[in-house]
């Protein structure tokens, strides 16, 4: 009987696709794409030309690929495009979509309906917002990013330490404050004008890929434009495939990711998240003879004391707390929880040290 070898579809990575997204994205393999990031058509619904106060006109989201003959064609539209890309996005991978208060609703409902599991809602608030030049509603200052795993089990990435880092120490938190683009960044077509009326600052990819990829993954665009995701990816150290209709757009971003400069690997090193790491017991440092049995831990500042046990426990001076060093630290202070690793230190030459050294030593060992 004769040999059969199935073709293995591969990936067209670093590459910019024509075509529509849905079919483009039908034709790669399933479970292929690590994160997908989407600035869809906003479905703006525009009536009329708009105008400065100055009688000089608003160069607005007018173009044909952001108008649909109603909602419901629109929600098809959007059904079909996220059905496509799931299937595409690994178990274990997860995807962004951005919108206005024009479409970022029927975006959430469609991203539920499909299966994805909603993750956190971002808002990106413009710290230069266009006005609002009729004076009869709000000024629109901010758009709206979805972030949705695959399932509810998927085990998504997400960088903490890294987005803490880049927030000097503090949680990122789910409000964004970034500039539009303008200046150098804003792209130019060959009269001058704004290349693409909704291209998305630098800024705001580096976030999103920062947080939710590493190096070496593989990013997907289906709506390509000038080819933010593709330039920030390419100097990140990620992979990129663009999807894109527009033969303008295309070669705008083909030009414009040629000019990227990719990272050296020593600099895309990000601070590491401390649940990935190891898991080390504390009755481990006692094992080793790190720490000894009868041995005394400080709180910190002093306040409390805890004598080591023998199985990895602690009791305190008044032998009246036993239990983890999370449960005894957490019983001093009167605290529903306590992170004994931080919470407790031991004695060297007069001087205390926190026993979450003693741990690093291990993991260290570890790697």
């Known amino acids: 009987m004769a040999k059969t070898t199935a073709k293995v579809a591969t990936l067209p990575l670093d ?44 160069d607005a989201v007018d173009d044909h690929w952001d108008q649909f003959a109603s909602f419901q064609v629109y929600d098809r539209f959007t059904h079909a495009w996220l059905a496509a890309a799931r299937r595409i996005l690994k178990p274990h991978g997860a995807i962004w979509v951005i919108g206005s208060y024009h479409n970022i609703f029927r975006l959430g409902t469609a991203l539920q309906d499909q299966g994805f599991w909603m993750l956190n809602d971002v808002v990106w608030r413009k710290t230069n917002p266009m006005p609002n030049f009729r004076g009869k509603r709000l000024t629109n200052a901010h758009e709206t990013l979805i972030w949705a795993s695959k399932s509810e089990n998927s085990k998504y990435t997400f960088n903490y330490e890294a987005m803490k880092a880049l927030n000097e120490g503090t949680q990122m938190r789910s409000d964004w404050t970034l500039p539009i683009c303008t200046g150098h960044e804003r792209l130019k077509d ?12 630098e800024s705001l990819l580096h976030r999103v890929l920062l947080a939710t990829t590493n190096p070496g993954d593989v990013v997907l665009d289906p709506f390509f434009g000038t080819g933010t995701t593709g330039a920030v990816a390419k100097m990140l150290g990620r992979h990129f495939i663009g999807i894109e209709r527009e033969e303008e757009y295309r070669e705008i971003a083909a030009q414009r990711i040629a ?14 998240s401390k649940r990935a790491e190891p898991r080390v017991p504390f009755g481990t440092l006692v094992e080793r003879g790190m720490l000894r049995p009868g041995e005394n831990l400080y709180s910190t500042g002093s306040r409390h004391t805890a004598k080591i046990r023998a199985d990895g426990t602690l009791v305190d001076a008044q032998d009246a707390v036993k239990g983890s060093i999370h449960q005894v630290g957490a019983k001093l202070e009167g605290a529903p929880s306590c992170n004994g690793w931080t919470y407790w230190h031991f004695q060297r030459e007069g001087k205390l040290i926190p026993i979450d050294m003693l741990r690093q030593q291990i993991r260290d060992e570890m790697n």
């Open 15 to 58: 590459e910019i696709l024509a075509g529509d997204c849905i079919e483009r994205m039908n034709a790669l393999p399933e479970a292929s794409v690590d994160l997908i990031f989407a600035d869809p058509p906003y479905n703006l619904q525009l009536k009329g030309e708009l105008h400065r106060p100055d009688n000089s006109r608003v």
């Open 259 to 272: 000019r990227v400069r990719r990272i050296e690997a020593s600099a895309l090193e990000v601070t590491g």
């Open 190 to 201: 060959a009269n001058g004008d704004k290349a693409h009326p909704t291209q998305k600052p």
